[in-house]
């Protein structure tokens, strides 16, 4: 357990992006067709429980797809419309409700968290801007070796302040560059400072209600709105279920819950000027060098998926990994999850999928 938790909270996405072969499919029917085939294969060879994958372009509209099941035991199919953990694309919420604030005049970037009434060692130098892309030096909470024994208590209730005073006992970071998700856990209470209102609460008000998104919460902050798909970790022939794990610990760096629909929905809104101006897209746009695989923003990442350049935010969680990408030189969206965090065979999924995208759109894969 504390070998997993270690690899997902960290921010560390190794596991998202290993390689393997890819599974070539028969590509001779429709988009929806092909598609389907690749998911259908990729659930058998990935050892993978099941597998949801939404697209979108002008040309073809949106395209979901699922393949698979919600649970081990198999007795129920992982349907379109079902709700799964997205991890750290609660980020990219958090981020926009910021930069709404700031185009309202709440906020500056350059605002220090002392400002706010945030009073620790080193708040007076810690900028908006560096919370939203981790620059500011402060550890991740996760960091904590007590915090991820062997006998941690991974189901207590924990506040926002409790899991910031963790980070405050751990050593700073050097880096110009360290993803933490303290950074965001202290932008959530940042938001209950100026307005009042809990995190959860303004990102309801201001996006969910909005755009309609009726199956998208915060895990232990708000009402469940239907049943979770299960998480599992698979090893030599046995999938694991990671249940049990209070999602207060993944707080507004972490703990939303949506469908792809809903995704495809806040994704789209985003890029498409409805949730923030242009100007402030662009300010979250500019990128700077992170892991190797890809660049950080502000609140959001630039990295190359399914051979598009593409922009937004990936997440884990103990059980789920989740992508949300929009391609700007194409216009493309893609939204898509696996319920097994330890996915070895990610690179061959996107492979397969990147070519049955490219014979369709572009014609024999050119």
């Known amino acids: 357990m504390k070998y997993i938790l270690t690899i997902v909270m960290a921010g560390v996405f190794m596991l998202l992006f290993s390689c393997a072969g890819a599974y070539a499919p028969q590509l001779s029917g429709s988009l929806n067709d092909d598609l389907q085939k690749v998911l259908d294969n990729h659930v058998v060879i990935g050892h993978r429980v099941g597998l949801g994958f939404s697209y979108y372009s002008s040309e073809t509209g949106t395209v979901s797809l699922t393949s698979g099941y919600r649970d081990s035991q198999k007795t129920s199919l992982l349907e379109t419309d079902d709700i799964y953990e997205i991890g750290s694309i609660t980020k990219l919420f958090i981020a926009a409700v910021i930069f709404q ?5 709440r906020l500056s970037l350059g605002d220090t968290l002392d400002e706010y009434g945030f009073h620790f060692e080193g708040s007076p130098e810690i900028s908006i ?3 939203l892309g981790h620059t500011s030096g402060l550890p991740d909470y996760f960091s904590d070796p007590e915090l991820l024994a062997e006998d941690g208590d991974y189901t207590k209730d924990r506040t926002e302040q409790e899991l910031l005073d963790i980070t405050l006992a751990l050593s700073r970071e050097e880096k110009d560059w360290h993803y ?22 303004e990102v309801r008000r201001r996006i969910l209600e909005p755009l309609n998104m ?4 915060f895990r232990g902050k708000e009402e469940i709105r239907g049943d979770i798909v299960r998480g599992y970790y698979y090893d030599r022939g046995y999938w694991d279920a990671w249940d049990g ?7 507004y760096a972490g703990a939303m819950v949506t469908s792809m629909d809903d995704m495809m929905t806040f994704l789209r809104a985003l890029f498409e000027g409805e949730v923030v101006s242009e100007e402030s897209l662009n300010r979250m746009r500019q990128f700077m060098p992170a892991n ?5 923003g502000l609140g959001m990442m630039n990295m190359e998926l399914l051979g598009r350049r593409t922009i937004g935010h990936g997440g884990t969680t103990l059980g ?8 700007p030189e194409s216009g493309e969206y893609f939204v898509y999850f696996t319920n097994l965090f330890n996915d070895t065979k990610l690179r061959s999924l996107e492979n397969s999928l990147q070519e049955v995208l490219d014979w369709h759109r572009y014609g024999m894969g050119k």
């Open 129 to 131: 801007e560096q919370l």
């Open 101 to 105: 604030h700031i185009e309202e005049g």
């Open 214 to 217: 009726k199956r998208t919460f």
């Open 292 to 296: 190797g695989r890809f660049e950080y």
């Open 180 to 201: 933490s998700n303290t950074n965001y856990v202290l932008l959530g209470m940042l938001i209950q400072s100026i307005t009042g209102n809990t995190a959860e609460a």
């Open 320 to 327: 789920t990994i989740a992508y949300a990408f929009y391609a």
């Open 245 to 251: 794990v209070n999602p207060l610990l993944f707080s």
